[in-house]
Structure formats: structure tokens, C-alpha cells
């Protein structure tokens, strides 16, 4: 059989842009690099734990990856996905010949689009972090898992600060440990000059031993000392060099901060690095990021039940009353029931400390809000349907068929 | 419909673009009013306290608390000395001698641990010695131990060690090191052939002047 | 009916059969004198609280047995030449109440002698089970080897898997040993405080004149005299010296003797609470302890210890004493269990493992393969179409046990059917049979039914070798996430019905790609059959899709519900995933002309190793959230599974490879005769 030569015209490439990416075999291949990709981004977590795997080899465009010992690069998870979509799209809604029999097939390939969709929208636009109460706290602040803040405020003489002096986490986690970015405001009567931020560090004193191995400046007895980026990204405590310069000379207040000042639980005040210029008293700190809900929360009481004689925890749930400006409303947020309210969702997350007495322990909201979150379900009611029909119809075809078979044979 | 494949691939494109960045780009300073649950400080005088290097109150704690109450220990090894796994009762667990026959031991326990003059009997009767009178515990000679002054003795005789062991070591001296208080109680022990333990009685010195709370 | 069934099998699988010839273990015990059934009866109805729930004794003499012995029986012959084979139950009995007997059982299994020569005891042969007095001379080298080797495995846990700090494997054996032998020591001391100084265990450990004390201590009595103590101040007390006069070294030496007791009678929780909220049943050591605290307590407690107090009176005094005693006891247990609605299907329980369903399920799969042999001596006769029908119909029977032990176990604890990794392999087991069952029905082929019988036999034979394996109870609590009737009933279930359907798409590729390497090595040729294979594959893998897809999107809608993200990449997540995916590659393949008929058998091989791995591997990862089941061993396993796999995967090849040689060469030939006129 003789193909047909290609025509490689340059007014023909729509043409073989559209034939390829509604073939089958770019389906195909994708599938089985997602395979791949899959598999290599699972056995990745044991090393890299959950978060460094997630974005390496599924959030990405392309990575490396060592396969038994050679360097191979391949696409990431992200792009396979929306050459699936673009494939789905053209290949099994545009392209496909609209008849009966392949009805389900067309319904179910339109359930898959939703999913991809609504997987890229929960990429693109949820945000999810979360709020940890002690009995008797409310807060309507939610705080990120991961990312980390600079905070400068003026203090009055009782520690407290009304207003805060921000340095967005994009911007303080992009500077390098060797590098030194200057800033300022409006109101702010001195530079805040970062030298240096670090992902994951420790203050050593510079009396320990220990302390030889960072190389970082010596601060009222301490040394920033790097570590390891821990497996779980939420673990890193990360530290930063930190002047504050009245004049732009270079010169000024200097000071370490290290995200372990913060608060480890909810019922700790944040420990900022004290300094005075002009007279006025201000705080610094690493800060969790952290942003507001349309309403407050209050915890009334955090309820903890283990098994009888054994520590596996049996329920955990919380008392919480909901509070938007004069309305409050009580309800219980537990396991597998979350409080669904303006679009954020709080789940029951965590609880401490691990040594704490029932009654006197904080229960952790994990706080979401993400524009797809039902798309799933609705997607999964879709493909289900369309698998459903096609499966029937498949059914139908294979028995008839193998009764014909046996007809057939048994006539003869 | 043959510009319907263009239009999807460069609609893609687009979002793309678009969310490579999520959240706000700002290279600049933002100013925020703090909520009211965010509003309180605490003002630390030392790095040492913001670094977590202090006690802090119970309350505090939480969060950070290491699974055992007490702090770590941190001291030197004598040369020549091995190190042995701690066990419930014992926080350090050092052995010397070609055999490992001396041993030494740090153990605190909450509480004044039954008091000065019963531990220093309870050890006298481990090696057949005559119980003291509380006049005779209290003329006592003192060593440093975590910069307070603990009582120090020294016992020679034959080592019975109890805790369900008949055996009996004969000439065996013991050395020990007691501080108690209210708060809680320490106990440096070290016991061994005669000889032995004659050898090491300056490696106790240093081992017992080196001794001091982890910081960490 | 069932003798007749293992006399037809015995001689096929005559493994089974040799292993029960060998001589069984001798033991220095005169005879024995075996419990009265009814007696065994109630004993193993008798309630303990363990592991969160209440359960039937019986549960707890299954699964201790299994985990000192390896096996549910413990067999043994007398001085006198006779042969005895103990259930569990009536073995606890005599752990119980018969110490000195229990003693001289070899219930210690050791799998290389190389571990008691270690502890310095006489070795038998190279896998031998020991008896406690065997190894007693051991004792104290074992205590400190496994306390070692204990050590060393926490360091490999803390530092992440560290190999410096793997256990060896006859470290591993000392350290299993070491363990068993101390919770035996537990269970023949749990009643030594009512036994008036007979010790049977530990009695080394007492000096002298403990052990002239023990015989005049009676424990209730003393409890009612003693001053309130916490047990810290117990502990202060018995570790400062006594003082000289005779009262102090009396009391003192009481407290001793107290403690000593109150610590072996650790663990068996046999006493409801006294507070009808409270839902933490006690031992008889936490009764001597609460009662030495609380003055208050001490009636009620007194009162509880005197039923064992009485039972073990009993004993000694004859066995219809015992039997009433112990009747009394069940009775009064019950009496108080019953309205708390605690071990309130505890009968059911002992029925479903005296039922042997599961064993029952197994042999007949076992049976059902043998007729099926006999089938392909007579292919396509009349016999031969019998024979098939006589084998679904035992595999049939073998589905209904299966099911009816699942049944059971899901009424016992009141939830679907899978909750634990064992559940799965009940259930995936079930779901194959069922499919393979389902696929003859509808193509009467005899290759469903064959496929029904490899999964039944695999699978019931893997859940067997997983129970004694793990050897602790497979009746688990949940944890709270999984506390869900609904989800446990939908998504667990869907997604386990989408492994079964891997599994057995991989069956099918077995006989498929085994039938084609036949077929080519005898030169025969079965087109139709082959294509009818291909299709009814092609049919299994779109149901595997269906419920992988749908059990996987559900997982993550839970997800979404309980912990607020859908998906997370977790390793049990991208397993489901994983075999999405592959079906997905089989099918679009095909659209796609990359697969043809050999293709779709070798990737429903490769979508059971994907199965496997989903299955067992990622819980073994050590990773993510689904990290419900870690088992050693289970690498090991997977990659003899996987060898497996490969094998029949090389057949595939060479059978491809044959092909085309033979169509290039036909090529080549039609091209020379074109050539040859001109």
C-alpha cells in the first residue's frame, strides 16, 4: 500500500496541526507518558516527599529524570494534560463521526474534558491554607501552609500593632541566599535591605560547635546555618539576614529572622525582632502569608475520642459558631463533614499539641476555596452515564455476537 | 468550523500565559490592616529567646515540646570511655575498662528521688558498707555538678548491684555523685574493679564538670 | 463430603500431604489429658477487649497461635506415643490454667535453627517449633539480643530506613522470638496472683524468701489492708531499701510479690468497667492497681479478682468445678456486656472461624482445578463439556463461601466489606470468581470458568499466607478519616472490583499468550478461539476501566469532602491512576493500529503489574496518606509476581517474533516466484 506524501506547505500546516492532534496515537502516547510520569512522580515522594515531587513532575512542562542511571527528558505532567485536552476537545467532540453507537463514548469523553477543566481551574485559582483555634479563639484569618512573609510594624508600648508593612512571599522567597535586594514604602522611615533568605535554616549560637558550618555573619551571638529542605515543604522554617537603614548608607539596625519566631500554635504571640529608630518602637518578622474570610469563626469546643485502650483516634470533631457581623450560626465541623460557607470550605484538619490534655487542645482547620470544587462530581454523573451507555452497548454487541458464534458452530 | 482547532490551541495559550504567576506580583512593600486576633506581640529581649533557646512557661511550650520533659544532656567522653544505649532509668550510659567492666551512669529523676541520706545508704549497703547518719551525709565533701555543689562519695567494698542480681563483685569501688533538690534529683554513679575506677577518678571529674542541658 | 473432597485432591497436591506425614514434635510430657469440648466451648465465648474492640477469647487463641506457631494448631506427641493436634482454643486453655503443660508445647516456631544456636539452645532441625522449656535455657541471651535488635530496628524506623540499621534476617527471627516468648510469659502469669505461689513463670526472678511469701499472699486480702498508693509510689517503694525490722521487710517484700503479679497480669482485658460510659475494659492487673490508688474501688475490685480467684480454685479442685466456674464467669460476663452492646456478635465470631469458610472456599477451587484437568483430557467431547460444568459449579460453591465468610465479617463489625488490605483480598477474590463465572455463562468456552478457578485458588491461598503472615486480628477498627459506611461502601468497594477486573484481564492474557506459544510449538491453529479470547478481554478491560474510572473519581470527590482537595498525587491515588491510564493505552492503542490482538493480552499483563503495584506496592512505599498496610515482605513478592508476569510476556514476544518471520519469509517467497518467470 503507498502512502500518500505529506504536504509540508506552509498553508497546510492547520491542516496537519489538526490531524495530529486528533490522532489516536498522540492520545496513545500520551497516556502511556503519563504512565510514566506517574509512576516516576510516585517513587520520586519517597525521596522528595509529597510537595517536590508534586511540582517537579506534574506541575511542570518538561524535567529530567535519571532512568536506571541515563538522563531523559520528558514532558511533565502539566503539559501532558492539556495536550489531552486539546486532543479530547478536537479529537472526541469535533473530529469523532456523531452517530447512536457512539453516543456514550462522546458523553464520556465530555465528563473527562470537565475534569481536566476543572483540575486546571483548582491549579490555577483555589487557594488553600488553613486556621488553627484554641477553645474560646475566633479569628477570620487563614494562613498558608507553605509560604512565608516579611512583617515590619510600628509597636506601641503593650506590644500591639494595628498596621503592617508587607513584603509579599513571591517576592521574599525569590531572593537568594548570596543576594541583596533594598526596599521601602511610604511611611516607613528607614530601607529594609534583605542579604540573604533562606528556605530552610536554624540560628545556631556561635558558641555551639555546631555553628562552624554556616558561613553566614555573626549576630548577637548567632549564625543563620542552612539546612536541608525538609520533605515536607510545610516543615521548612526559613530565615532571612535583615538590615533596617534609616539613612541608605548601607549601615543600620541588622538582625536575624528565622520563621521559628513565629508561632508554632494557635495560643502563642509571634515573637517579632524588637528595634528603634526615631524614637519609635517597631516589629519584624517571617510571617506566614496569610489572608481574611469574609467571616469569623469561633471554636467553642474541640471534642477528641480515641478507640477504647488503643491511641488509633475513633472522632475528632469540632464546635464552632460562625459569626458574619451580627449573625451566628453553631455547627459542628467533623471528619468527612466539612463547613461549606461563601465559597470556603473548612475542613477538620488537625488538632495539638501531641501532648495535650482533651479540653484543653486546639483543633487546625484546613481552609479552601476553590471555583471547581464540585466540578468532580458533576463530571463523574457525565462520564458514568456515558461509560454506562456505552458499556451497554458493548454488552449487547458481545453476547449477540458470541451467540451467533455458538449458533453458527453448533450448526455446523 | 476550520478555524475552531486555531482558535482552542491559541485560547490555551493564552490562560496559560496568564496563570504562570498566581497571586500578586508585587516587588513592592503593601501595607495591611492587622484583624484583631493579630494584633498582640511578644517582645523578647534576646535573640537567644527569640530563637527559642530559653525555657519557656509551660503554655508556651506546646508545639515545640520534646517528647521527654527533660531537656537532652550534653557532656565529653572521657578518652577511653564507650558509650552505651540510656535506658528508661539511665539518661547517659558510659562503660571503661578492657571489658567493659566500670560503669557509669547519669540518672535524674523528678522529685527529691527518696532524699540525699537514703541514696547514699541505698548505695553503702550495694557494697557492704555501713549505712551513714544524716550528720555524717551532710559533712559530705562537695563536687560541682551543673554548677551546684552535690554531694560526693566514695565507697569501696563488694559490689552486690541488686535489681534481681545475686551475683557479688569483689573490691570494687564506687563513686557517686548526688544532687538533690526539691525540683528533681541527679545521680552520677560509677562503680568498678578497685583499681580501675582508682585509674579513672580524674576521667569522672571531667566527665561530671562536663556536663550541661542541651541547648537544642 | 469434605474427606471425600481431600482424598481426590491429597494425591494432586501432595504437598500438603507430606507436610502433615512428618513426625510430629515430641515433648517430655507423659500424656495429655484433653479438655472437655463443652469446657473449650465456653471458654472460647469468654469477651476480652483488645485492639479497640470486644471479641471473643477464641479470636485472640487464633491469632496469638498464628503468630508464635504460624499455623492455628498446635501439635505434639507425648512420652507416650501418642499423637495430639490442640485447636487454639483448647492450647489458651492450658495456657491459662495449665501453665506446666502449656510449657512443654512446641508452639515456637523458628525458622532457621541458626537463631536459637545464637541464644544458646541445643538446635533442632533446620525449621522446627520449640517449646518454652526448650528455649528456657536461652532465656536471658534472648531477652538481651532481642532487646538489642529492638533498638537497632527503631534506629532503622527514626533514621528513615538507614541500612546500617536493617535487621538481618536471624536478627529479625531473634527479635520475633524474643517477643513471643515475653507475651507468652504475660499469659502464663496473667492469673500467678490467684494461684498461691505456684509462679510457673519468672520465678527466677524472686529471691527466696519471695517465693516462701508468695505461697501465704492472697493478693484481695492484702489489697483490702494495704495503705492508698499510686503506682509511682509503688514503684518508689519497692526500689528504696526496706528497713530492718520484721514488719518493714514483711511489707516491703508483700509490695514486691504484689507488683510482681500485677505486671504479669498485664493485657488480657477480661473485666467490663464499673461505669457504664466508660468503655475501657480492664485486666486483672489494672483492677490491682486501680484498687491499691482508690480505697473506694477496692470491694469491686476485690469482687472481680475473686472470679479468677474461684475459677482457678476451681481447677484445682476437679473439672466439673471448673466447668461450672467457668459457665458462672461467661455468664456474668455477658450478663454486663450485653446491655452496653459490647462483643454483641462475639457467638458469630467463633461461629465464622469454626465455620472455615474461607479454608472451605479454597478447597474447592482446589477441586474444581482438578476436575477441570481432567476436562482437557477429552477436549470438545461430551465428557470433556461436563466436566466444565461440574468444575463452574464447585467454583460456584467455592464464590458462595467466600461470600458467606465476607458476609459474616461485615455483620460482625457492622460495615462493608473492605476495610483493611485483607478485606481486599476477600473481596478481590470474590469479584474475579464472580467475573470468570460471569464471562462463562455467556461464552461457554470453559476458559471463564478456568479463570474463575486461578483466581479463587490464588486468592484464597494469598489471604491465607497473609493472615499468618501478619498473625493480628483482621476483624481492625477504623481510623477516623475512614469512618464512613458510605464512602467505605462505594469508592473502597468500586475501586477493588476495578482491581479484581485488571487481575483477571491478566488471567486471561495468561491463557491467551500460553495457548498461542502452545499452539505455535505444536503447529496447531485455533483462529476463532483466539479472536473470541481477544474480544472477551477487550470487554473485561472496559469494565476495569469503568470501575477504575469511576472508583478512582470518587476517591477523589471523598477527598474533596474530607480533607478539601481532590487530588493530591498521593501514591495510592496515582496507582488508581495508573491503571486508568493503561486501559485507556489499550484501548486508544487499538484505535490507534499500534495494538492488535497479541498486544492487548501483553498490556493486560502490564495493567496487572500496574494492578499489583497499586494494590500492594504503593503501601509499602512508606509514603501518602493510604499507607494503611505495611507488610515486610511484600517487595519480595511483588517482584516474583512481576518475574512471573515477565515470563509469560516472553512467550508473547517470541510467539510475535515467529509470526513475522514466517509472513516476511511467505513475502519473500511470493516475491521470487514473481520474479522467476521473467
Known amino acids: 500500500m503507498a502512502r500518500k506524501p505529506i504536504d509540508w506547505s506552509p498553508s497546510n500546516w492547520p491542516k496537519l496541526l489538526y490531524q495530529f492532534f486528533t490522532s489516536f496515537k498522540v492520545a496513545t502516547a500520551v497516556f502511556v507518558l503519563m504512565t510514566l510520569v506517574t509512576l516516576l512522580g510516585t517513587l520520586a515522594q519517597v525521596d522528595q516527599g509529597l510537595y517536590a515531587a508534586k511540582v517537579k513532575y506534574f506541575h511542570s512542562f518538561f524535567f529530567t529524570d535519571k532512568i536506571f542511571g541515563i538522563p531523559v527528558l520528558l514532558p511533565g505532567g502539566l503539559l501532558l494534560m492539556i495536550i489531552l485536552t486539546i486532543n479530547m476537545i478536537l479529537g472526541a467532540l469535533v473530529k469523532v463521526r456523531k452517530r447512536w453507537r457512539g453516543a456514550g463514548l462522546l458523553v464520556s469523553h465530555f465528563g473527562m474534558i470537565m475534569l481536566l477543566a476543572g483540575g486546571f481551574v483548582t491549579w490555577a485559582f483555589a487557594t488553600d491554607g488553613y486556621m488553627a483555634l484554641y477553645p474560646g479563639m475566633s479569628s477570620n484569618r487563614v494562613e498558608s501552609y507553605r509560604d512565608w512573609q516579611l512583617e515590619v510594624f510600628p509597636l506601641d508600648e503593650n506590644g500591639r500593632a494595628k498596621q503592617s508593612w508587607i513584603l509579599p512571599s513571591d517576592e521574599l522567597q525569590s531572593i537568594r541566599v548570596d543576594e541583596q535586594r533594598s526596599y521601602d514604602a511610604d511611611g516607613l522611615p528607614f530601607h529594609v535591605i534583605i542579604n540573604g533568605f533562606t528556605k530552610n535554616a536554624t540560628p545556631i549560637p556561635t558558641a555551639s560547635i555546631k555553628s562552624s558550618s554556616g558561613k553566614g555573619k555573626e549576630i548577637d551571638g548567632f549564625k543563620l546555618v542552612p539546612q536541608d529542605a525538609s520533605k515536607e515543604a510545610e516543615q521548612n522554617l526559613p530565615g532571612a539576614y535583615v538590615a533596617f537603614d534609616p539613612d541608605g548608607e548601607g549601615e543600620g539596625i541588622e538582625a536575624i529572622l528565622w520563621a521559628g519566631s513565629y508561632r508554632f500554635d494557635p495560643g502563642e504571640d509571634p515573637m517579632p525582632f524588637p528595634f528603634t529608630i526615631d524614637g519609635q518602637l517597631y516589629g519584624a518578622m517571617l510571617a506566614k502569608k496569610s489572608w481574611n474570610v469574609p467571616f469569623e469563626v469561633r471554636l467553642d469546643e474541640f471534642i477528641f475520642e480515641r478507640h477504647p485502650g488503643v491511641s488509633t483516634a475513633r472522632n475528632y470533631e469540632s464546635r464552632v459558631t460562625r459569626v458574619e457581623g451580627e449573625k451566628e450560626t453553631s455547627l459542628e465541623i467533623k471528619m468527612n463533614e466539612p463547613m461549606r460557607f461563601a465559597g470556603y470550605t473548612f475542613f477538620q484538619e488537625s488538632f495539638g499539641p501531641s501532648d495535650g490534655k482533651p479540653g484543653e487542645m486546639f483543633s487546625q482547620f484546613a481552609v479552601a476555596n476553590n471555583p471547581a470544587d464540585q466540578w468532580p462530581l458533576w463530571s463523574l454523573v457525565v462520564t458514568t452515564i456515558g461509560l454506562m451507555i456505552h458499556f451497554c452497548v458493548m454488552l449487547v454487541d458481545f453476547i449477540i455476537r458470541s451467540r451467533r458464534k455458538t449458533a453458527a458452530a453448533t450448526q455446523s | ?216 | 463430603m469434605k474427606r471425600l473432597f481431600l482424598s481426590l485432591i491429597l494425591p494432586v497436591l501432595a504437598l500438603p500431604g507430606i507436610a502433615s506425614a512428618r513426625d510430629l514434635p515430641k515433648t517430655p510430657l507423659p500424656s495429655y489429658e484433653p479438655w472437655d469440648e463443652e469446657v473449650v466451648h465456653t471458654f472460647e465465648n469468654l469477651l476480652v477487649q483488645e485492639g479497640g474492640r470486644v471479641k471473643p477469647l477464641y479470636s485472640v487463641a487464633r491469632f496469638t497461635l498464628l503468630q508464635y506457631s504460624g499455623k492455628t494448631t498446635a501439635a505434639f506427641q507425648t512420652a507416650d506415643g501418642v499423637d495430639h493436634k490442640l485447636h487454639y482454643a483448647e492450647w489458651l486453655l492450658n495456657v491459662l490454667f495449665k501453665g506446666e503443660v502449656a510449657k512443654d508445647l512446641p508452639v515456637f516456631i523458628v525458622d532457621d535453627s541458626a537463631a536459637v544456636v545464637q541464644i544458646g539452645v541445643s538446635p533442632k532441625s533446620k525449621r522446627d517449633r520449640y517449646s518454652y522449656n526448650e528455649l528456657f535455657a536461652g532465656r536471658a541471651k534472648l531477652a538481651e539480643l532481642s532487646a538489642q535488635f529492638a533498638e537497632k530496628q527503631k534506629k532503622y524506623q527514626e533514621s528513615e530506613k538507614d541500612p546500617q540499621f536493617e535487621l538481618g534476617r536471624v536478627e529479625g527471627m531473634i527479635l520475633t522470638l524474643g517477643r513471643n516468648i515475653s507475651s507468652f510469659e504475660y499469659l502464663l502469669g496473667q492469673f500467678g496472683f490467684a494461684r498461691k505461689g505456684e509462679l510457673i513463670v519468672n520465678e527466677n526472678i524472686l529471691p527466696d524468701e519471695l517465693i516462701d511469701l508468695a505461697k501465704r499472699l492472697d493478693v484481695v486480702e492484702m489489697l483490702n489492708k494495704m495503705p492508698e498508693m499510686s503506682i509511682n509510689q509503688l514503684m518508689q517503694a519497692i526500689s528504696t531499701p526496706p528497713g530492718s525490722s520484721q514488719d518493714e521487710i514483711m511489707f516491703s517484700g508483700a509490695l514486691r510479690l504484689f507488683f510482681f503479679h500485677a505486671n504479669t497480669a498485664r493485657g488480657m482485658n477480661l473485666f467490663p468497667p464499673r461505669e457504664t460510659d466508660n468503655e475501657v475494659w480492664l485486666s486483672a492487673s489494672d483492677l490491682m492497681i486501680e484498687a491499691l490508688g482508690d480505697k473506694d474501688a477496692r470491694p469491686w475490685a476485690g469482687e472481680q479478682l475473686g472470679k479468677i480467684q474461684s475459677l482457678v480454685d476451681a481447677k484445682n479442685e476437679s473439672p466439673e468445678a471448673f466447668a461450672k466456674e467457668l459457665t458462672e464467669f461467661s455468664k456474668w460476663q455477658h450478663a454486663i456486656s450485653d446491655p452496653r452492646g459490647e462483643g454483641l456478635h462475639s457467638d458469630l465470631e467463633v461461629k465464622m472461624y469454626r465455620g472455615k469458610y474461607f479454608m472451605n472456599s479454597l478447597v474447592c477451587f482446589i477441586f474444581a482445578f482438578v476436575v477441570m484437568a481432567f476436562s482437557w483430557l477429552t477436549p470438545g467431547s461430551k465428557i470433556g463439556k461436563t466436566l466444565i460444568i461440574v468444575a463452574s459449579l464447585i467454583a460456584l460453591l467455592g464464590l458462595y463461601f467466600n461470600v458467606h465468610g465476607i458476609t459474616l465479617r461485615s455483620i460482625i463489625r457492622q460495615r462493608p466489606p473492605i476495610t483493611n488490605l485483607y478485606d481486599t483480598v476477600l473481596f478481590i477474590t470474590g469479584t474475579a470468581v464472580l467475573l470468570g463465572l460471569l464471562i462463562e455463562y455467556f461464552t461457554r468456552l470453559g476458559v471463564g470458568t478456568l479463570v474463575a478457578i486461578l483466581s479463587g485458588v490464588l486468592g484464597m491461598f494469598l489471604s491465607m499466607k497473609y493472615e499468618a503472615k501478619e498473625a493480628t486480628d483482621t476483624i481492625t477498627q477504623l481510623v477516623a478519616v475512614l469512618d464512613t459506611n458510605f464512602w467505605l461502601a462505594t469508592h473502597v468497594t468500586i475501586i477493588n472490583i476495578g482491581y479484581a477486573a485488571g487481575l483477571v484481564s491478566a488471567i486471561i492474557g495468561i491463557i491467551y499468550l500460553t495457548g498461542r506459544f502452545v499452539f505455535m510449538l505444536i503447529g496447531r491453529k485455533s483462529k476463532d478461539f483466539f479472536k473470541t479470547l481477544t474480544r472477551m478481554n477487550y470487554g473485561v478491560i472496559c469494565f476495569c476501566l469503568f470501575f477504575a474510572l469511576v472508583g478512582t473519581v470518587l476517591g477523589g470527590i471523598w477527598a474533596n469532602y474530607s480533607w478539601g482537595r481532590f487530588w493530591g498525587w498521593d501514591p495510592k491515588e496515582n496507582g488508581a491512576l495508573m491503571i486508568c491510564l493503561w486501559t485507556l493505552v489499550i484501548l486508544h492503542g487499538r484505535m490507534a493500529g499500534w495494538i492488535r490482538d497479541l498486544g492487548v493480552h501483553m498490556n493486560a499483563i502490564v495493567l496487572a503489574i500496574i494492578t499489583t503495584f497499586s494494590w500492594w506496592g504503593v503501601n509499602n512505599l512508606g509514603v501518602g496518606l493510604h499507607s494503611y498496610g505495611f507488610t515486610d515482605g511484600v517487595w519480595g513478592a511483588l517482584y516474583s509476581t512481576w518475574m512471573i508476569f515477565g515470563a509469560f510476556m516472553l512467550m508473547g514476544v517470541i510467539v510475535w517474533f515467529r509470526e513475522r518471520q514466517s509472513k516476511l519469509r511467505k513475502k519473500d517467497s511470493s516475491k521470487t516466484a514473481e520474479t522467476l518467470p521473467a
Open chain 2, 1 to 216: 468550523m476550520r478555524f475552531l482547532p486555531s482558535f482552542i490551541l491559541l485560547t490555551t495559550a493564552t490562560m496559560l500565559v496568564s496563570c504562570g504567576d498566581s497571586g500578586p506580583s508585587g516587588a513592592q512593600i503593601v501595607t495591611r490592616e492587622l484583624p484583631g486576633s493579630h494584633q498582640s506581640f511578644r517582645l523578647v529581649d534576646s535573640s537567644a529567646e527569640r530563637f527559642r533557646y530559653q525555657k519557656r512557661d509551660a503554655a508556651t511550650a506546646a508545639g515545640a515540646t520534646p517528647a521527654s520533659t527533660a531537656p537532652d544532656l550534653v557532656y565529653t567522653t572521657p578518652e577511653g570511655w564507650k558509650e552505651q544505649a540510656g535506658s528508661m532509668m539511665r539518661d547517659v550510659n558510659l562503660t571503661f575498662g578492657d571489658n567493659d567492666e566500670g560503669e557509669c551512669y547519669v540518672a535524674r529523676l523528678p522529685g527529691a528521688g527518696g532524699g540525699l541520706l537514703a541514696n547514699v545508704n541505698r548505695w553503702r549497703t550495694q557494697m557492704g558498707a555501713e549505712a551513714l547518719t544524716a550528720e555524717e551525709v551532710e559533712a559530705l565533701p562537695k563536687k560541682p555538678l551543673f554548677g551546684q555543689p552535690a554531694t560526693f562519695m566514695t565507697v569501696d567494698g563488694d559490689f552486690s548491684p541488686g535489681m534481681g542480681s545475686t551475683e557479688v563483685k569483689k573490691n570494687h569501688r564506687l563513686l557517686g555523685l548526688i544532687l538533690a533538690s526539691e525540683a528533681g534529683a541527679v545521680f552520677v554513679k560509677m562503680t568498678g574493679p578497685k583499681e580501675l575506677v582508682t585509674e579513672n577518678e580524674a576521667a569522672f571529674d571531667v566527665f561530671t564538670s562536663s556536663l550541661d542541658v542541651s541547648l537544642n
